[in-house]
Nanobody
Framework: QVQLVESGGGLVQAGGSLRLSCTTS????????MAWYRQAPGKERELVAT???????EYADSVKGRFTVSRHNTQNTVYLQMNNLKPEDTAMYYC????????????WGQGTQVTVSS
């Protein structure tokens, strides 16, 4: 059974930091590309950051320079370090594991809430 479990969300003041974790089980973690998405109320889910199985990272323009995605293959965990948080970062953050484009495999976590107060 595949599981992706996010943690680390919470309430923080603007300018603060949070570190999200996503621990996986049931997959060969090192073979999966990992991604963080977020969805704010009334908005579509948006891609925040990705890290490929080889460690290549990409970021949405809105978080470049503030967020850092990393992975620890031996711990089957992906992280999202979020610094200088802004109220517009408030959203539910979801972890995603996939093997695009070659395999139609796509797994999601249940999400962790991040709330940034002004």
């Amino acid at each position: 059974q595949v599981q992706l479990v996010e943690s680390g969300g919470g309430l923080v003041q603007a300018g603060g930091s949070l570190r999200l974790s996503c621990t996986t089980s049931g997959i060969t973690f090192s073979m999966f590309h990992m991604a963080w998405y977020r969805q704010a109320p009334g908005k579509e889910r948006e891609l925040v950051a990705t890290i490929s199985s080889g460690g290549i990272t990409e970021y949405a323009d809105s978080v470049k320079g503030r967020f850092t995605v990393s992975r620890h293959n031996t711990q089957n965990t992906v992280y999202l370090q979020m610094n200088n948080l802004k109220p517009e970062d408030t959203a539910m953050y979801y972890c995603n594991a996939n093997r695009r484009p070659y395999y139609p495999v796509n797994y999601w976590g249940q999400g962790t809430q991040v709330t940034v107060s002004s």
